[in-house]
């Protein structure tokens, strides 16, 4: 049997033995619809596991990228050690047949909302749970801040959630089943509905700088750099916002799909490369600096060279100040005796 094959069915086994672990946690009905997603990305990450080609090591080892990962062991805030697992770091090469200008935008941002599908006792919830800030002077929602996958969530009353922060739409989904489990601790009858991504911001940057003014002439975009440094331009097909700066940094954000972002990138490089222009090379050279002598040397050197030069004499002030200013004095005149 061949050993990808026996690796895919141990696999699904031992995904199967885990989700039926893992039924207990959920409700039957929020598993039922989780089950299909979790499958899917288990799946997902086995076959990336075997496609990947492996990388030798220094020792001849061979790992495969995808499963090459560091585990290090933390102390969490209850004081138990805590395994946190990097992810390896994405191959350096670049799939021209997907990303044809070798640049791959990155995720930095993904905002996604959900529901608990009941009301949730906001203060027993900020008594029983540790991270969260909870001022209801200030702001109606709770701040829940979460590190394993890190992400913020605001809860409402309501029920309502909406989490920000995170890097994937998989820990987006994380962090809010994690909400919602620790909803149902607290005593809620909580489960995760409604979820959807309502945003995804990404950036990447070009290695050349950009005439702005001239790309906003070219396709009649407002461009005022007086209000902003940045040039932003709507794409319709697919709906993206791009923000572009003079040297070369752009920002995308406005789609809820990933594959948006690399897809419109690469409809507006070849435009943004025509507008391009030699990046200014910004680094300073200090000048060497110049041969100086200390104080001492150079006096020695001039009381030897020749006599010294005498200070020329002070100059002797007759009369007051007043008089030097007036001219001179004058006779005073007394009247005559009688």
Known sequence: ?????????????????????TREMFEE??????????QRLFLEKVEATLCAPPVKQEEGSVVA????????????????????????????????????SGIVPRIDNVMSNGNLGCAVDLHAFAERVGNVVYEPKRHAALSLYLRRPKGTIQLYASGKAVCTGCRSEADARACMRKLAKL????????????????????????DFDIKL???????????????????TWHQSNPSVVLE??????????GTTRTQDLSTTFEQVFPLLKAF????????????PPVPTQSAAPQLAVIGLAGPTLASPPLLAQVGPPSSRLRGPPQQQQHPPAP
């Open 65 to 100: 990228p995808e499963a090459a990962t560091a585990v290090k062991a933390e102390e969490g805030a209850d004081g138990e050690d805590v395994a946190a697992v990097a992810p390896a770091e994405p191959p350096a090469t670049v799939d021209r047949m997907l990303h044809p």
């Open 276 to 287: 391009s222009k030699e990046r200014e090379n910004t680094t300073f050279t200090a000048p």
């Open 244 to 253: 572009i700066t003079s040297k070369g940094h752009v920002g995308l954000s």
């Open 1 to 21: 049997m061949d050993t990808s094959a026996s690796t895919r069915a141990f696999a699904k086994a031992l995904i199967g033995s885990l989700l039926a672990s």
């Open 183 to 206: 909803a149902r601790r607290v005593g809620c009858k909580a489960h995760l509905a409604a979820f959807r991504v309502t945003n995804i911001f990404g950036a990447c940057d070009a």
């Open 213 to 231: 003014a001239h790309l906003a002439n070219a396709y009649n975009i407002e461009y005022n750099p007086e209000r902003s440094a940045k040039l």
């Open 29 to 38: 009905e929020q598993m039922e619809a989780e089950l299909p997603y979790l």
